[in-house]
């Protein structure tokens, strides 16, 4: 009978062996989990802010300043009112219910914020609370232009920039913009919005509103991007494209304004500035060059087209290499009928794309199709621009043509061929 009790006693202590083990290992998992989220925190607190910008519209904070807070829009908690200073005569604060229609303010509104008029094209600096008039000598150079001087104009630029050490934040105030060309012959007005990125790197692009019907559009919006060092603001360029909307086709480009901001003291508060617009810089090396390869299959009706490379592809900004990617568009007697794009290649002018697309021809023959291929700048939060085009058809002209004539003489063999690209 004793060595039946001992296995009984045996079998009676497994239970409680198993348990003290699961209970250290339950004890280890936890303590294990909360030192991986502890080491991710540290990581994560050691490492540089990302970059990300405030939005201020016209007055109205559509983003929190603390982005640790709840979104606000429009007025503030009535703690912070009672505790906000009032606003004096001089600053440039806009009431919102003035607006009109087209969200602009009357100009009675704005005689107190304005900017003077730049002289011989040069930029100012004026320290924050310094009042700003028109001098009278900016007036009488401004009325003794000739009339092919101003048709040369492009217009000026009002801005101001700001830097928050506290909170390591670059503010960027688009003010308005004064005396821009009439885009369109018809209504001989615009409707003119302005994009905005930072240089070298082109990770920050961002975009006002368009403005309807004016030639004098007064924006008021600021852009606030936190995590940036104050040395190295000195090294950044802000780089505005004037744009005009175009509902129908693609916005027309007005001009452009380039800042480089070294030299730029921002340690004494905001800087008010103005620049003159200056035609964009037009590229004379051509639009690039794109490797495609066709091959049509008689016997299944299909078309592959195969996107390679593409070369020598401009720059989309002054400084910054374009983001490209190949939209292929299939058309029967000029109505597209399929579309396909490939992946976007980052920060190259020599991009290697490799992809293929299988197209099925809706009719015997080539005769009525023909392919078109957009080779676009992939921008986030706007709208892509287009840095080349070619198209390749029965009806289309040097290489496009011969390399269309001969897929149709050899089916069933795939030929490749470099294009020169044309202006989108």
């Known amino acids: 009978m004793a060595p039946i009790a001992t296995s009984r006693e045996e079998f009676d202590e497994i239970p409680a062996v198993v348990g003290i083990f699961s209970a250290f290992g339950l004890v280890f998992t936890v303590s294990l989990f909360a030192w991986i989220c502890c080491q991710r925190k540290s990581s994560k607190s050691n490492k540089t802010p990302p970059y990300k910008f405030v939005h201020v519209l016209k007055g109205v904070d559509i983003y929190p300043e603390n982005l640790n807070s709840k979104k606000k829009f429009g007025g503030d908690d009535k703690h912070e009112v009672k505790n906000k200073p009032a606003v004096p005569k001089n600053s440039l604060h806009l009431d919102l219910e003035k607006r009109d229609l087209n969200g602009n303010f009357p100009k009675t509104n704005l005689k107190a914020g304005t900017i003077s008029e730049p002289e011989n094209g040069t930029s100012k600096l004026f320290p924050e609370g310094e009042k700003e008039t028109v001098s009278p000598d900016s007036l009488k150079s401004s009325t003794s232009l ?63 509103r368009v403005l309807r019907k004016t030639l004098d559009p007064a924006f008021d919006e600021t852009f606030t991007f936190y995590g940036i060092p104050y040395t190295q603001i000195q090294e950044l360029t802000l780089h505005f494209t004037i744009l005009s909307f175009d509902r129908f086709s693609r916005d027309d480009t007005i001009g452009e304004v380039l800042i480089p901001l070294s030299g730029i003291e921002l340690s004494d508060g905001k800087m008010l500035m103005n620049r003159e617009i200056i035609k964009r810089n037009v590229r004379s090396s051509g639009r690039g060059e794109l490797l495609i390869s066709l091959c049509y299959q008689s016997t299944t009706n299909t078309l592959t087209v195969v996107v390679l490379k593409a070369r020598h592809l401009p720059k989309s900004d002054v400084s910054a290499l374009s983001d490209p990617y190949v939209k292929v568009n299939l058309y029967h007697a000029k109505k597209r009928i399929s579309k396909k794009k490939t992946h976007v290649k980052k920060c190259t002018p020599n991009a290697v794309f490799n992809e293929l697309f299988v197209f ?65």
Not at 362 to 378: A, M, R, W, Y
Not at 391 to 404: C, D, F, K, M, R
Request: proline share 4%.
């Open 360 to 424: 099925d021809i809706p009719c015997e023959g080539l005769e009525d199709i023909s392919v078109e291929f957009l080779v676009l700048d992939s921008e986030r939060g706007s709208q892509n621009e287009t840095i080349g085009r070619l198209v390749l058809g029965a009806s289309a002209e040097g290489t496009g043509g011969e390399h269309w004539k001969e897929i149709c003489d050899f089916p069933r063999r795939q030929i490749a061929k470099w294009h020169m690209l044309c202006d989108g």
């Open 146 to 208: 000739t009339l092919e001087d101003k048709q040369e104009k492009l217009g000026t630029l009002y801005f101001s920039l700001e830097y928050n050490f506290e909170k390591k934040a670059f503010m960027v105030n688009i003010k308005e913009a004064r005396g821009l060309p009439a885009m369109d012959e018809q209504s001989m007005t615009s409707d003119p919005y302005i994009k905005m990125t930072i240089l070298p790197e082109k990770k920050h692009k961002v975009k006002t």
